[in-house]
């Protein structure tokens, strides 16, 4: 199955911004939802973005106005822009399918003053 790589997390102040990426090892052109999960100490894996193979977003209510997901099915890769960062944003975050089994490594967004 594919597998996922996340990267462009690191350390901001509150306010800040970050663009996170999912690469694929394969296409993600026929995969029907791709998502961003975070996982914060001791929490669940949750969804707080989502997008489809026809373009529509899903966001969790926390992150409604600050995130927005995107898709790049010819790069396969998915994308995470992060704006108006919260102490409260701090985890690390993952993506996968909506078909998905297992979890990549992650990549840690810290938010902190």
């Known amino acids: 199955q594919v597998q996922f790589v996340e990267s462009g997390g690191g350390l901001v102040q509150p306010g800040g911004s970050l663009r996170l990426s999912c690469a694929a090892s394969?296409?993600?052109?026929?995969?029907?939802?791709m998502g961003w999960y975070r996982q914060a100490p001791g929490k669940q894996h949750k969804l707080v973005a989502g997008?489809?193979?026809?373009?529509?977003?899903v966001y969790a209510d926390s992150v409604k106005g600050r995130f927005t997901i995107s898709r790049d099915n010819a790069k396969n890769t998915v994308y995470l822009q992060m704006n108006s960062l919260k102490p409260e944003d701090t985890a690390v975050y993952y993506c996968?399918?909506?078909?998905?089994?297992?979890w990549g490594q992650g990549t840690q967004v810290t938010v902190s003053s």
């Open positions: 996968n399918s909506d078909t998905g089994l297992f």
């Open positions: 997008i489809n193979k026809g373009g529509n977003t």
């Open positions: 394969g296409s993600i052109a026929s995969v029907y939802e």
